[in-house]
């Protein structure tokens, strides 16, 4: 089709579907005053605008982070405008593939077959011969659909015995097709365009492509030191799949989309998969495009068949995303995508910052701010299978895992703050989220503006937010300005080591108001400490709070072993804060206070600027401490049933003295 017809269809179709869009939004914006939409009604309604889109449309699965690959959610989304809906609520062990003339697909559930398309779902039958589970995330089938929706295939039985089903759609009749007994496994059962051919991947590799009768056709076929994954059947005498090489191979990995022919031999190469690992391969009903999902950039890509990057397809979901199906309906986009640099420079930052204006970003400016993203963190060995980019009315959105031994990993998450709104002068504002160690901690800042990040440099260091990175040919994405006075140490460091105190990224991580697990981190003018969110902080001149339970962390210092729940599990803890007049030091509280208490000094090796003393245990089960700092004092009681061991005092004590102290940090 010429680019003229597919220009004046958009137009058209942008009339139709901006119909639909009015339509749903007067629904949407208009209940009555007796009736509130629900959840699934507001869903239905996006289901409804999407289904009537003349744009072409995307069907995907995704798989809840930590979750069995056997359970999956099904969504909907328009190329067009990126709505995206749920369509399925029984979470199916297994869809088969998409029939875009029919928008009809299949899904087993429970052994049950149930018939798809956009608007309903409707039960089959309870199969005889179940379909053989697959353990593959990307979901190679063994369940497929011919074009006319007449036939159904699948590979039924064990783990190691398995064999070749075809199901009559309007009788309902399964007959066993194949199966050898020197071959166990078959998977990526696809239809040829007749109806009358199935090709699918036996066990040791093999393309094997048979009749509906079972007879088979040609001698099965294999491509030399490769894998050949998720098999399509495009036109009579060719397929498309992703190629990987064998472990035979000097580069045992390298996918690549490939089209060869019904021998094997390859006719269409397309190396376009970097850093995409082996995604799931769905094409356009007209077999002219292809789509993968890129896990590392959190988007659908869309490639013609000469390399050129045709359309990014956004979505409002994110996590583990796998296509599906590809509707028919009009292209919304018509013009390869261009990956060139864009002026940062040229947006309303001020207006942007002051709410007046919404954060709105082109795909080939989203593509800029997600790669500048990419090349911050990417020194901190982040894995891209957890790393996610989004951006929406206020700013950009960026969360990932570090490895569980990482090293200073608060420092890695403040530095992708600063840095990300540093090289990125346009972007408001920046959420950041950051789990990491085996307990799965997550560090979290959000809506951290470029402001907030330049009082923080300007409190910690002695520069600038301007001078803290630098750029050039081989640091597009910004290098850390070292010191004048000590080539070794960088102003960056300063933010969370500070002047010869040791590693105490606590101060900093509570100035960009940032959570750990969902728990405030609060600051001090001389210290800081992390309390959980549960607690409701004390403020009074003569009275004694109520003990409260001890949350994840209390307590900033990685070394020790009281960091877990379960760690202070049978301790409580009464934390206090008391305003005192100018002039009244803490042994003037004491004396009034803890009048019948003897009391000790306890040394702040690394905060000098703080006072404490420790107050000699009374009892067995019993320990005390009072801080003075920023004109309060500070009461902390650790209370532990039956006793407290002499060992459990020493860790104690050792929390309080080196609050934020976790050891020495090395400069990059």
């Keep these: 089709m010429s680019r003229t017809p597919r220009i004046i269809l958009i137009i058209i179709g942008t009339l139709v579907v901006g119909t639909f869009i009015v339509f749903g939004i007067m629904r949407f914006s208009s209940p009555t005053d007796d009736e509130e939409l629900t959840e699934a009604e507001i869903n239905q309604l996006k289901i409804d605008s999407i289904v009537h889109s003349a744009y072409e449309r995307l069907l995907f699965y995704r798989i809840p982070s930590g979750n069995n690959v056997q359970h999956t959610e099904l969504y909907i989304s328009d190329f067009l405008t990126a709505d995206t809906a749920s ?3 029984q979470f199916s062990e297994l869809y088969s593939n998409f029939v875009p003339e029919h928008d009809t697909w299949f899904s087993v559930q429970d052994s049950k077959l149930y018939k798809h398309n956009l608007s309903t779902v409707t039960e089959i039958k309870t199969l005889e011969n179940t379909v053989a589970a697959t353990n593959d995330s990307n979901r190679q ?17 064990s783990e190691t015995n398995q064999e070749i089903v075809v199901m009559d759609i309007v009788t309902g009749n399964e007959t066993i097709v194949y199966g050898q007994d020197d071959v ?43 894998e050949i994954n998720h098999l399509t059947w495009l036109d009579a005498n060719t397929f498309g799949a992703v190629l990987t090489s064998s472990e035979t191979n000097l580069n045992p990995f390298n996918p690549k989309v490939v089209v060869f022919d019904r021998t094997g031999i390859i006719i269409e190469e397309h190396d376009v998969l970097e850093n995409a690992g ?8 007209d077999d002219q495009y292809f789509m993968f999902y890129h896990p590392w950039k959190n988007q659908f890509l869309i490639y013609d068949r000469f390399d050129e990057l045709r359309q990014i397809v956004l979505t409002e979901e994110s996590g583990k995303l ?9 292209p919304s986009n018509t013009e390869p995508i261009s990956i060139n640099t864009i002026d940062l420079n040229s947006l309303n930052i001020n207006a942007l910052i002051a709410g007046t204006e919404k954060f709105e970003v082109s795909a080939e400016e989203w593509e800029v701010y997600n790669e500048t993203t990419r090349g911050i963190i990417n020194r901190f060995d982040v894995s891209y299978e957890t790393y996610r980019f989004s951006t929406d009315d206020d700013g950009i959105h960026i969360s990932y895992a570090l490895p569980n031994d990482a090293e200073n990993p608060e420092y890695k998450f403040i530095r992708t703050i600063i840095q990300s709104l540093a090289m990125m002068p346009t972007v408001p504002a920046v959420t950041v989220e950051m789990v990491y160690n085996e307990n799965a901690n997550t560090l979290k800042a959000e809506k951290v503006t470029r402001e907030t990040v330049a009082t923080l440099i300007e409190e910690f260091t002695d520069v600038t937010l301007d001078e803290v990175f630098i750029t050039n040919k081989d640091n597009p994405y910004g290098k850390l300005t070292n010191k004048p006075d000590n080539k070794y140490f960088t102003h960056l460091g300063d933010v969370v080591y500070g002047t010869g105190k040791g590693y ?4 900093a991580l509570a100035a960009l108001s940032a959570t750990m697990n969902g728990d405030p981190i609060i600051r001090y003018e001389n210290f800081a400490f992390i309390y959980p969110a549960l607690w409701e902080f004390k403020d009074r001149s003569d009275t004694i709070g109520d003990p409260y339970s001890i949350g994840d962390l209390l ?3 990685t070394s020790t072993i009281f960091l877990s729940q379960s760690a202070w599990q049978g301790f409580s803890v009464t934390l206090q804060q008391y305003r005192i007049p100018e002039g009244i030091t803490i042994d003037n509280w004491i004396e009034i206070n803890r009048a019948d208490r003897t009391s000790e000094d306890i040394p702040f090796p690394t905060q000098p600027e703080i006072n404490g003393k420790h107050l000699v245990a009374e009892n067995e089960y019993t320990e005390e401490y009072v801080l003075t700092g920023n004109g309060k004092i500070y009461t902390i009681i650790m209370e532990h049933l039956p006793s407290l061991s002499e060992e459990e005092r020493a860790q104690l004590q050792m929390l309080v003295t080196t609050f934020s102290d976790a050891g020495q940090f090395i400069r990059d």
Aim: charged share 10%.
């Design 87 to 89: 369509i399925d609520e």
């Design 322 to 330: 796998i296509p599906l199906g590809w509707t028919n309906g009009l």
């Design 555 to 557: 307590f900033y210092n």
């Design 141 to 157: 089938s063994s369940l497929a659909v011919d074009a006319a929706i007449q036939q159904l295939a699948w590979a039924t039985g």
């Design 278 to 285: 082996l995604p799931r391969l769905i094409w356009s009903p």
């Design 184 to 226: 166990d496994t078959y998977s990526n059962i696809t239809w040829s365009e007749n109806g009358e051919e199935i090709a699918f991947i036996n066990e040791i590799g093999n393309v094997v492509t048979i009749t509906t009768i079972g007879a088979q056709l040609e001698n099965p076929f294999t491509i030399p030191f490769s």
């Design 504 to 507: 105490n990224p606590v101060p």
